[in-house]
């Protein structure tokens, strides 16, 4: 029995719920059941819930209170899609409810788990029934009852994990598409490995070195982050470099020093020339390798950097890049979201003055638009997520700057494109510039064209792996193995609308006379529209065609 949860046992619930998260994610990702690739469900959870593990690793806070602060921090800045915002979302109300405890009973945690779900509903314009939230609530709710009459904190865990369980098997009634496919909600499977994990942490059945060994490696990153370790597991202090140039001029064999190098420090490397060799080491004792390898000839080089004090500075350097606001120079700014060069370039030409590499598979946490947004020269930044599933992260950066922000709601590049096209953040006001930029946005029909990222029985469609896939303004079209087919079904869908102007961004996988044939074909089929191609580089689509 176990009434009271200290800060060393919540913190390892959490990391063992982060490990779990990340070997559950692609089965999570599995249960999208659109067949678009997209920033997906698990990925997104993972990688929101890993930031917090990070953080708990680095700092190893001696309160419960102080724990819940901050992962719920790190998982805001980290937040990834819509269901990372939500899971970050859970715990912030999981802080706001355990702030200021040192440790914490059965009661306390049960409130601050409907802290979580409230933070969430609140958070959310229109929420959803069969999803996360549902799973989450009928969770807190399940838990709430428990400790009314009980204290064991495990039990209460173990309430609160069954009830997400049932809520998480009802999901698939809630919601027409998951009934059709037959599969249940995939933030709230997320939400369910995290409890699942949390209870196996405080019974002692996993542990996070367990979770490490059984993966077989640590997880790695597209960028090193300085902060992940502290100085104290830099076993060796100095990165010790140096060139001897061989005595007489004759090499000599190098075992012996290989033998006494290895014995006072790690990072082992030495290059031989017939002149000359280098020698690379980790070590406490630099002057006593340079001895030691003037046996064998004349030093001639010698580099020693103290590497503790250079982890120092790269992690100060870093977090003052992090919070560093770039004083205002004008009234309105404005950062975007988007991927490939020729998008970019042409937000750029349209006044962007920060560009937050993603989208579509590769959704931004909210610290990387926070990043963009403090380091954008203006009092009030406007925000173009060009993405729905970017939008709620987006939002998340409003309360972590001094700066104004205002979240332009854009779904699609073309949209974003759109809508900075009729603005002048030079002249008009606030109130203007968001008006305009909701007309513009109204304006504008989005297709796509794509591939499927899984099997699918989609909306009265029948989808394999890797066919073409056409949507327009986010309703399925169809798929198809020949693309010339499914761009005919496009352009006839296009060509009710009646639009004025056809914009036709082709993709990285696609070549410049492909596109200008595209186009041409939309130009017979729409002659009375004015079509113009771009090379956007973007990938995932192979193009996005805007109609306005």
């Known amino acids: 029995m176990k009434e009271i949860l200290d800060s060393a046992a919540f913190t390892d619930m959490l990391l063992c719920a982060a490990a779990a998260l990340e070997q559950n994610k692609q089965h999570i990702n599995e249960l999208n059941v659109f067949p678009v690739p997209d920033g997906d469900t698990g990925t997104n959870m993972s990688m929101t819930l890993s930031a917090g593990a990070a953080e708990l690793r680095r700092k190893r806070p001696d309160n419960v209170g102080d724990v819940a602060k901050c992962a719920a921090s790190a998982l805001l800045r980290g937040a990834r899609g819509n269901s990372g915002v939500i899971l970050s979302l859970l715990f912030r109300g999981l802080s706001k409810g355990l702030k200021g405890k040192d440790t914490c009973t059965a009661y306390d945690f049960a409130q601050a788990m409907g802290e979580g779900v409230d933070a969430a509903y609140n958070a959310v314009m229109k929420p959803a029934e069969g999803t996360i939230l549902t799973v989450s609530r009928m969770s807190a709710a399940a838990a709430k009852d428990f400790a009314e009459t009980g204290s064991d904190i495990e039990l209460l865990l173990s309430c609160a994990l069954e009830s997400a369980k049932d809520a998480l098997a009802e999901t698939v009634n809630q919601n027409p598409v998951l009934k059709k496919a037959g599969v249940v909600d995939a933030g709230g ?259 796509l064209i794509t591939y499927a990222a899984r099997d699918s029985d989609f909306d009265g469609y029948e989808i394999k792996a890797g066919e073409y896939l056409g949507l327009l303004d986010g309703a399925l079209l169809g798929s198809s193995s020949d693309i010339t087919e499914l761009l005919g079904t496009l352009a006839s869908k296009l060509e009710e609308l009646d639009p004025e102007f056809l914009t036709v961004y082709f993709g990285e996988d696609v070549a410049e006379d492909a596109a200008h044939s595209v186009s041409a074909a939309l130009t017979e089929k729409l002659p009375d529209s004015e079509i113009s191609t771009v090379n956007g580089g973007q990938p995932v689509y192979y193009y996005m065609i805007s109609a306005e």
């Open 189 to 447: 499977k997320g939400y369910v490995v995290i409890l699942d994990a949390m209870l196996q942490s405080l019974r002692g059945e996993v542990t996070p070195d367990s979770y490490e060994s059984a993966s077989g490696s640590e997880e790695t990153s597209d960028f090193a982050d300085f902060g992940e370790f502290d100085t104290g597991d830099i076993t060796f202090a100095y990165d010790t470099v140096f060139i001897v140039r061989w005595e007489n001029g004759e090499p000599k064999p190098l075992d012996g020093l290989r033998s006494y190098l290895s014995g006072i420090g790690d990072c082992l490397v030495i290059g031989e020339s017939d002149e000359e060799f280098k020698v690379h080491v980790h070590t406490n004792t630099p002057g006593d390798a340079l001895t030691e390898a003037q046996k064998y000839g004349v030093l001639e080089v010698a580099k020693i950097e103290n590497m503790r004090t250079q982890h120092d500075e790269l992690v100060a350097a870093a977090e003052a890049s992090k919070n560093t606001l770039a004083e205002p120079e004008k009234d309105f700014g404005v950062v975007t979201v988007c991927a490939g060069e020729g998008i970019a370039s042409l937000f750029r030409e349209l006044g962007a003055d920060n560009i937050v590499t993603g989208g579509q598979t590769m959704n931004p946490s909210t610290e990387d638009i926070l990043t963009a947004i403090n380091a954008t020269p203006a009092s009030t930044v406007l925000v173009f997520p060009n993405n729905k599933n970017i939008i709620m992260a987006a939002e998340q950066c409003a309360p972590l700057t001094e700066k104004k922000v205002i979240v332009i709601p854009t779904k699609t590049i073309p949209q974003g494109v759109s809508a900075l096209i009729n603005m002048d953040t030079y002249s008009q006001s606030e109130e203007e510039l968001v008006a305009i930029a909701t007309e513009a946005i109204e304006s504008v029909h989005t297709a």
